[in-house]
């Protein structure tokens, strides 16, 4: 049973529309993740959270920005979602010692 | 910085035969390396992990990778494939202090009956 909860599972959705991912976790983990992963690619950090009011950009430059308002609740929003957006979004949390827990991801498309 | 190579971006073994997949990295720091494999339309799911001690590390379903510091490697094997085993793997890994995982490219395997 998952115990990190990314909705929607896919999304389709028009240009310039905004957009929030929404990831949970009920693990009380401090970390969390967002990466991004294209099709037979791999994946790309773009956000992460060492706890409540903490959001760093990862290593994948992305226009999507974070907020962790609350320990659980890590959502990602693109403002003015764009085709070049299309992908699948995998949020995760992790604890102490870096063992990860991975939700099911998100697959965007913006047509 | 730390980085991983997964040689092979896509492996193709009969069933019942030797899995080996490749995955060579670069850290300044002593590393956390990983395994995680990726079922169709799924998230990804832990294989293994290294961290420190014992060196051949058993994961999930059969699989194993050993930690060669010499040779930079973190290959994942299993001794006889089954048709379940067909998803993406990927290697990882993590400097163990800010967290963050770094992945290789990912390696395709495919079972044939």
């Known amino acids: 049973e998952a115990d990190i909860y990314q909705t929607p599972r896919y999304l389709v959705i028009g240009t310039g529309k905004k957009i929030t991912l929404e990831c949970s976790q009920t693990m009380g983990h401090d970390k969390m993740y967002w990466y991004q992963q294209d099709p037979g690619m791999e994946l790309h950090l773009i956000h992460y959270s060492y706890g409540v009011n903490s959001t760093e950009k990862g290593d994948l430059s992305s226009e999507s920005t974070v907020s962790r308002i609350r320990t659980e609740h890590f959502p990602l929003t693109l403002e003015s979602a764009r085709p070049s957006h299309t992908s699948q979004y995998l949020c995760?949390?992790?604890?102490?010692?870096?063992?990860?827990?991975f939700g099911s991801g998100t697959r965007l498309t913006v047509v | 910085a730390q980085s991983v190579t997964q040689l092979g971006s896509h492996v193709s073994v009969s069933e019942g035969a030797l899995v080996l997949l490749r995955c060579n990295y670069s850290?300044?720091?002593?590393?956390?390396l990983f395994w995680y494999v990726q079922y169709p339309n799924q998230g990804l799911q832990l294989l293994l992990k290294y961290t420190t001690g014992a060196t051949l590390v058993k994961g999930i379903n059969g699989f194993e990778a050993e930690f060669k510091k010499s040779e930079t490697s973190f290959h994942l094997t299993k001794p006889s494939a089954h048709m379940s085993d067909a998803a993406e793997y990927f290697c990882a890994v993590s400097d163990g202090n800010t967290g963050k995982l770094i992945f290789g490219q990912g390696t395709t395997l495919q079972v044939k009956p």
């Open positions: 850290s300044s720091v002593p590393p956390y």
């Open positions: 995760a949390s992790s604890e102490v010692g870096s063992r990860y827990t």
